[in-house]
């Protein structure tokens, strides 16, 4: 009899970063706000495919949202807050040139803070300068396999406006613990400020390149991962949710490509929608059986190791995952915030994704999608 894998407990997955107050302003005007930070995209996606997992978060007295993952609430301290301010008429092709500042910057997260547990897997996912290099190490002691954002290493801060700009990761403090990771991930642009053929030999890495999906990259090789194209609303999350979704597929024993490809799914879904996403619980559902179908064909699966063998059905996986797909509308009631009134009419116009074969992801092409890109987070 064919028995399905247990699902992971929750002393299997550790992520480590603060929850943050997002507002996006275009041209001026706030257009939407919502809870943010990398760690409510990425336990979002751990919620709806039903993955637990601890959450390690310091707020303010301020904060208000509901969560699943209650933080440690820091007296007198507030809510980290980022301001993403977007220019539509400053790009030449109507894609709008984004400016990131840090508003309020809650208390970091110190190795005190961690559960005195042991974790199969650990996620350090700071956007605001809140993981600490003693934090990361401390992560390393206490989780199997670490993954990291590199958002969470290489920020820095204007000290009068809290403009964020990046630093060289070879400059900071976290740089002699990259042997001791397990996954890097960067975005296209953080990648300028690493020597990738460098950091792949230490680790490996991950980078996310938008609508030209993503690339693994190990001492051995490179391999490179289909996206999954469509109509993009906002590109904030997109890549916190992007590790979700490929930290999801590991835990559950995928070989690191069809991992990955889950991650390029998550994503996907995550810009069609303004802020944090809501997820179609049928889609969820759809996505669920079919992780847990390519689990069973992959008998030598192991959660606890990185496989960066392709597997075969790889483009099958791809299909099944593109066939599951159906528009994520989220109504003004739905929503965590209340956008004006244009924005809500945008809601209607995402079209149905649609996929045409096993060799194909969708024929739909989208016109700016940047999944490596955020808001608080990457």
Known sequence: MVTSPQPPSPGDILIVGNYCHDLLIQDSVV????LGGAASFISNVFNEISIPCMLVSKVGDDFQYPVNHPPIVSPGARTTVFHAYFDSGSSGKG???RVLKRVCSCDPILPADLPEAKFAFGMAVG???????????????ICDLVFVDVQALIRDFDEVDGTVKLVKLRETGFFRL?????????SSE????????EVRKLCCVVVTNGKDGCTVYSKDGNTKISPFLVSQKDPTGAGDSYLGGFVAGLVHGLAVPDAALLGNFFGALTVQ?????RFSARVMQRVREEVQKRKMQLQEGSANRL??????GHEQFEASLCASRTVLQCSVQECHWHPPSSYAAMEQDIQLLKCTGAAQSVETMYEQVSTSDSTSGG
Do not use: C, W
Request: cysteine-free; aromatic content about 6%; proline content about 10%.
């Open 178 to 186: 990259l042997p001791r990771i397990g996954v890097l991930k960067v």
């Open 190 to 197: 953080e990648a300028l400020f690493l020597d990738l053929e």
């Open 127 to 141: 956007v605001g300068g809140e993981v600490l290099p003693e934090t990361l190490e401390r992560m390393i002691q």
């Open 95 to 97: 894609r709008p040139d």
């Open 273 to 277: 929608q303004i802020g944090l996403p």
């Open 307 to 312: 496989n960066f063998f392709r597997p075969v």
């Open 31 to 34: 257009k939407a706000e919502s």
